[in-house]
């Protein structure tokens, strides 16, 4: 997201309200069974693991479809203009999936390719400065990643980089994703 912001509002669309899409609507979220694999990965291969949620995910991915807003009242002086959405607004149907297409296009690009039995577990090989081979993942719960690497670093400032992380989730994962324990 543009980081010339300086304000934040939380706009969200009447989704509920409209007709399901024909196609499918998308947000990524990978299996406790997968986790649980990489977690048995990560300890067989002395891997670290760290953990970051993506702020204001939804608000990062392009949007394809052309939706216009007639501005509230906390829009101030442009009250009752037209305005047209140029991104993913949360409540939005296809929100979910353009925000997918938008963090794969990312994992592809770094040159992580995805399981083809969790599509939101993430491998690129890699080689310990041994010479030893081995694969990193990086594991996707909609906003939130987990990091299984020899070096999660490299990973991490890359999508810090790209998106705005929420500081407070960067580091050893207290807790991972959203599930009860």
Same mark, same amino acid.
């Given at each position: 997201m543009d980081r010339k912001f300086m304000r934040k509002a939380q706009f969200v669309s009447g989704g509920h309200m409209a007709d399901p899409p024909a196609n499918i609507t998308y947000s990524a979220v990978v299996s406790q069974e997968s986790v649980r694999i990489a977690f048995l990965l990560a300890v067989l291969n002395d891997l670290e693991i760290k953990a970051a949620d993506i702020g204001n995910a939804y608000l990062n991915a392009k949007w394809s479809e052309r939706i216009l807003i007639k501005a509230g009242i906390e829009f101030r002086f442009d009250k009752g203009c037209m305005m047209i %959405? /140029?991104?993913? +607004? $949360?409540? #939005? /149907?296809l929100s979910g999936t353009a925000w997918y297409a938008m963090l794969s296009q990312t994992m592809m690009d770094m040159g $992580?390719? +995805?399981? /083809?039995?969790?599509?939101? %577990?993430w491998l690129r090989l890699?080689? /310990?400065?041994?010479g030893k081979e081995y694969y990193? $993942? %990086?594991l996707i719960f909609v906003d939130?990643? #987990?990091?299984?690497s020899h070096k999660t670093s490299p990973t991490m400032k890359v999508l810090g980089k790209l998106y705005e992380l929420n500081d407070e989730s960067v580091g050893i994962p207290q807790k991972i994703f959203r599930w009860k324990h």
């Open positions: %959405v /140029k991104c993913a +607004w $949360y409540g #939005l /149907k $992580y390719q +995805w399981c /083809k039995a969790d599509f939101d %577990v890699q080689s /310990k400065s041994n990193e $993942y %990086v939130g990643t #987990l990091h299984i």
